[in-house]
């Protein structure tokens, strides 16, 4: 391909891709399927990477992140980012009102409401219509520059056409992690053993300052935008901006609402505190602001506020409830979750019997006792929370509680590593709740999508003793599918050949689908782009897994040990055999072996490729990046900004340092 074709093409795909990504994102209106829209982004980068002199920041590519920061630079606001003064009753409101009424004497105005979004409050700057800079609230006058993390923000336009906006404006908002979003995490998250996320606001908040742009692609952020700012006048009032807003592809959520006096607010307020627990994100109250702007200006600042707003906050919803007892269930890794059950409570418009109860040293915080009073509270998560214990009701002969010695599924004692809060049941292959997690999460569509298999077929299958393992599925014939329950000719046909589909899945799909502990699936995306197959991973030492970005020495040994196991060597044996794919295949299938047995360290920043891309370059043509350099390192490939610390020991070790134009001449690239 020549380079005027590669630009046409790159220059097509952008326009398409952004035109699905607006009528999805702006119309909802899923106009290709998202595995056609994958393929075109696919392209794109792939075309970008190949062809780098045309990569863009406003490209849609910059979407899927990949950028890694060491530390974000500070950058300071040109406008301040104020907070707002809170307020929590009606009386206060008046008050407001009042301060209102006598500061504009004899004047008309109007009041604008808005819900108060809880996330992060963002600060996006744009210049001649691209987003040129996206950057935390900080201290108000200086903030983190994420723009990288910002970018992969779907609903944040990277550029801006079509509408009448000056050079230079600056747009306000509140980024948030979807309830959806965070429950689909920290679902995964315990599945894999993890540390949960505590709610979805520390959720964004974390994962905005996350230093590997991908990760925070993955993460699913959304942002909603309630402020337009420039140094010209745009609109004479709020709901103007509002409106100039939604029209250059913002998202703003359509609960806001004029209101011609407090009467008005009040009665938005009241219509908001349960339907607002019906929206996607968390709302922690609204947001009173006067409409017209020229009245803003009039009515000023404090030191920290504006006098033209208000917060008020909704009070926590929480119930008292009874605990009746708790379960204690087991997941996939054998981890044992323990679960409140409680007398049935009303809280926010639902009934609620059950309440999450994290593990042991919570039970003993707590001091939770069979019979207690407790409080519940709602917070991001779909099972609330239990809060607080009225320890004046309790029954005196109540007993302390005694978490299980034994698992409560198949009775073998529990283990708890040190440092660890939760509990195991370290018998993988006997016990009944850990075997059944191991194939639900196997078929599922992010692991080998089996079409055609629920639960209810794993458990009939699982009692007729037909599978033990994964790989027995690719073992059944159609006799013994046909016997079971409720299958006919069709039903039977249709899952083998939903079995026989699934040996396509990817190698990431694979080495997620086997459920190592602490492998999600960004994770098992990682670790199969850097070492591509899985005898590489299996023999890779514990030194070599810690050196892909973002896997520290928690996952690196719950990996190493994994593959140590000879049931899972067997496994695994069992599986390539069956057909499934243990490599990576397709467009990284490697390039070359012109790098065959060498070994890399990579540091600094380089000119045309971001520093995991530049490794997987290594890797593409047989190449070994490593973490460390040591005498047996055969380079040190540096970028700009490399540390001196490390340029002296490669000298001091002779090792040979290269150049980025002397690295894509070694493997024949021309920069
Ligand atoms: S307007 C001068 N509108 O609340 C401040 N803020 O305590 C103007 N927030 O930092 C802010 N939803 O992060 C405004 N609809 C909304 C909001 C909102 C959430 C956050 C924002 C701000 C904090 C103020």
């Not at 199969?528 to 973002?550: G, Y």
């Amino acid at each position: 391909m020549t380079k005027d074709e590669a630009k046409s093409s790159i220059d097509a795909l952008r326009e398409k891709i952004e035109y699905y990504n607006e009528q999805y994102y702006q119309h909802h209106n899923s106009v290709v399927s998202d595995y056609e829209f994958d393929q075109l982004l696919e392209e794109l980068i792939r075309l970008e990477n190949d062809f780098p002199e045309f990569k863009s920041q406003d490209s849609p590519s910059q979407r899927v992140g990949g950028t890694i920061t060491k530390n974000f630079e500070t950058v300071y606001h040109r406008f301040p980012m104020l907070s707002l003064s809170n307020t929590y009753s009606e009386q206060d409101l008046l008050d407001f009102d009042k301060r209102i009424r006598k500061s504009l004497p004899d004047e008309d105005f109007e009041y604008f409401c808005e819900l108060k979004f809880d996330g992060v409050a963002l600060s996006l700057r744009y210049e001649n219509g691209l987003l040129v800079q996206g950057a935390t609230r900080g201290d108000g006058v200086r903030g983190d520059d994420i723009t990288h993390n910002v970018r992969t923000i779907r609903t944040i336009p990277l550029k801006i056409s079509g509408v009448d906006l000056p050079a230079s404006f600056e747009v306000r908002g509140e980024a948030f992690m979807p309830r959806k979003s965070f429950t689909a995490i920290n679902k995964e998250r315990e599945e894999n053993g993890e540390a949960l996320l505590a709610n979805p606001r520390n959720a964004a908040s974390g994962t905005l300052k996350m230093q590997d742009s991908s990760i925070v692609a993955s993460r699913k952020l959304d942002c909603y935008v309630y402020a337009l700012l420039s140094e010209e006048a745009l609109a004479d009032t709020h709901a103007e901006s509002i409106a100039l807003l939604e029209k250059a592809g913002f998202n703003v959520s359509p609960t806001y609402r004029k209101c011609k006096d407090i009467t008005a607010v009040i009665a938005y307020i009241e219509e908001w505190e349960n339907k607002r627990l019906e929206l996607p994100l968390e709302t922690d109250g609204i947001v009173v602001k006067i409409n017209s702007l020229a009245q803003q200006e009039r009515l000023g600042y404090t030191a920290k506020s504006p006098r033209w707003a208000i917060a008020y906050k909704y009070k926590a919803q929480n119930a008292a409830s009874r605990l009746l007892d708790i379960e204690y269930n087991v997941g996939r890794t054998g981890a044992v979750t323990p679960v409140a059950l409680l007398e049935p409570v009303q809280l926010a418009g639902t009934v609620v019997k059950r309440a999450s109860i994290h593990n042991a040293n919570f039970i003993a915080e707590m001091d939770l006792r069979i019979g207690d009073t407790v409080y519940v509270e709602k917070g991001g998560e779909i099972i609330p929370k239990i809060t607080g214990v009225e320890l004046k009701d309790r029954l005196p002969q109540a007993p302390e509680l005694e978490y299980p010695a034994n698992c409560p599924a198949c009775d073998t004692p529990l283990v708890r590593k040190e440092g660890e809060a939760a509990h195991y049941c370290p018998n993988e292959t006997g016990c009944p709740p850990q075997i059944k997690a191991r194939f639900e999460h196997f078929i599922q569509r992010k692991a080998l999508n089996i079409d055609g298999l629920g639960e209810r077929t794993i458990v009939a299958l699982l009692e007729k003793n037909l599978i033990h393992t994964v790989a027995d599925l690719y073992r059944l014939t159609y006799e013994e599918i046909y016997a079971l329950e409720g299958f006919k000719d069709q039903s039977t046909q249709n899952l083998l050949a939903g079995i026989e589909n699934s040996k396509k899945a990817p190698f990431e799909n694979v080495l997620f689908g086997l459920g190592i502990r602490y492998v999600g699936r960004t994770v098992a995306e990682k670790l199969a782009r850097h070492f591509r197959n899985v005898d590489a991973i299996a023999n890779a030492e514990k030194e070599e897994l810690i050196a892909v970005p973002e896997i520290g020495e928690r996952i690196a040994e719950s990996v190493y040990d994994y593959f140590r196991n000879p049931q899972h060597q067997q496994l695994i044996e069992e599986l390539k055999e069956a057909g499934l794919q243990f490599e990576v295949t397709g467009r990284n299938k490697p390039e070359s072996s012109e790098l065959e047995g060498k070994t890399f360290v990579v540091s600094g920043v380089f000119e045309h490729f971001e520093r995991d891309e530049i490794k997987e370059l290594i890797q593409a043509h047989g190449g070994k990046v490593v973490s460390s350099i040591s005498a047996k390192l055969d380079y040190l490939l540096a970028g700009d900004k490399m540390g001196p610390a490390k340029k002296e020991k490669a000298e001091s070790l002779q090792v040979p340092i290269l150049s980025e134009a002397e690295f894509l001449n070694m493997i024949g690239q021309n920069s």
